[in-house]
């Protein structure tokens, strides 16, 4: 079984060390059924693999969101480095190269010199963070989690740490009093409860996607998939499913602020090198500006900052 921090590229999993599957019911997954499909994704703020598919998920909610009804829970990918050692990586230095070359596999900008500057003892914290987020708001929890993944994996940024966090928080627009108090009380039970649904659920690794429809029936996307897959489960489930149409070129920058070049790429539906000339000929003509960080690039509109 592989490392949690280890995230094959090849099968496109960060897996739990030890995880055994168990087959329970669609029920167990909890509230019901407003939208024709629920949606249940397990993921990790420092998930190399789950921000390798941030560009198929983002498609995935702008074409089918009308008939997906999401929700976010947390796996508990590293619990602290004195409790693991396991698949070749026993701390903070084993992770840096291993994130490196996963963001050229997925060609999404990750700076793995984060485990040699700064490492994160645990993604707990920032989990329980995230948890504190949804509890005051679900959308803007969504953004909070997006900002602290551009801060960990672009900006070298240890997640675990409070000033990290607040900017995040203030950039989604949070209310940092209610979220520390929440952070301190009900979040961290709310994260207990989704590392318990993972493992009635058979969570072994991350990403975790299951599409459930209203009879009960389940598709399980399981680690980096290409869009296709997802699709594909979600036809199965719901034979009539249709896309949207959605705003395209400059216009994508109105459902996400920023967006790395394959994020772009794939929501156009064209090949990296074509997103990359048109997204810089947008920036010559300054209507876009970048952030060069990871290998990659973070693109958004001229007028928004951090």
């Known amino acids: 079984?592989?490392?949690?921090?280890?995230?094959?590229?090849?099968?496109?999993?960060?897996?739990?060390?030890?995880?055994?599957?168990?087959?329970?019911?669609?029920?167990?997954?909890?509230?019901?059924?407003?939208?024709?499909?629920?949606?249940?994704?397990?993921?990790?703020?420092?998930?190399?693999?789950?921000?390798?598919?941030?560009?198929?998920?983002?498609?995935?909610?702008?074409?089918?969101?009308?008939?997906?009804?999401?929700?976010?829970?947390?796996?508990?990918?590293?619990?602290s480095w004195e409790v693991y050692n396991s698949g070749g990586i026993s701390g903070p230095v084993d992770v840096a190269h291993h994130w490196e070359e996963v963001s050229h596999y997925y060609q999404m900008p990750i700076d793995g010199s984060i485990w040699l500057e700064d490492p994160l003892d645990s993604s707990y914290p920032p989990s329980v963070w995230f948890k504190a987020a949804q509890l005051q708001d679900g959308p803007r929890s969504i953004i909070f989690l997006r900002r602290l993944r551009e801060m960990v994996f672009m900006e070298k940024k240890n997640i675990t740490r409070q000033e990290h966090v607040k900017d995040a928080a203030a950039y989604a627009q949070l209310d940092l009093t209610k979220l520390e108090q929440d952070f301190n009380q009900q979040a961290q039970l709310l994260f207990e409860q989704d590392l318990q649904l993972g493992r009635q659920m058979g969570v072994r690794g991350f990403p975790s996607v299951f599409m459930i429809n209203q009879a009960g029936h389940r598709e399980l996307v399981y680690g980096a998939k290409p869009y296709v897959v997802f699709t594909t489960a979600l036809r199965k489930l719901l034979p009539e499913a249709l896309p949207r149409t959605y705003l395209k070129g400059l216009d994508i920058f109105s459902y996400f602020p920023t967006l790395t070049t394959k994020e772009y790429a794939v929501l156009h539906d064209i090949a990296f090198e074509t997103a990359a000339a048109q997204l810089e000929s947008f920036r010559q003509q300054q209507q876009l500006s970048v952030v060069k960080a990871g290998g990659g690039e973070l693109w958004r509109r001229s007028y928004l900052d951090f």
């Open 1 to 79: 079984m592989s490392a949690p921090l280890f995230c094959d590229p090849v099968t496109g999993v960060c897996e739990i060390p030890g995880a055994v599957t168990t087959a329970v019911s669609a029920a167990t997954a909890g509230m019901p059924v407003s939208k024709p499909i629920k949606l249940i994704y397990f993921t990790d703020p420092i998930c190399s693999t789950c921000w390798g598919i941030e560009p198929q998920w983002r498609r995935l909610k702008l074409e089918y969101g009308h008939l997906l009804e999401i929700h976010y829970h947390m796996g508990g990918l590293l619990p």
